[in-house]
């Protein structure tokens, strides 16, 4: 393996390792805003003003990015959102 080819393989590893992912909430009709909001401020730390406010966004734009960080960390969050019976993803 070349010096060239070690830097980008090192690259590569780096960019892995730092990069963010976001837990996207996803709209529903069956929640109502109230619960959405306990469940934001229970699961992801939210403050009940920035709960309620991606409750809004979600609601008005179909998905709202409510937390972002490594893929682990997001990934056990969306199956906490998943288990309160809202939807939930990470990308």
Known sequence: MSAKEKEIEKVDVLEKSIREYEL????????TFDYVID???RVCGHDPIQ???CAWITHFNG???VRSG???EMS???????EADLRAEVN
């Open 24 to 31: 996207i909430l996803l709209n529903d009709d069956i929640n």
């Open 39 to 41: 469940v934001l401020i």
């Open 51 to 53: 709960a309620e406010q």
């Open 63 to 65: 998905k709202c990015s």
């Open 70 to 72: 490594d893929l682990e």
């Open 76 to 82: 056990e969050l969306c199956m906490s959102l998943l």
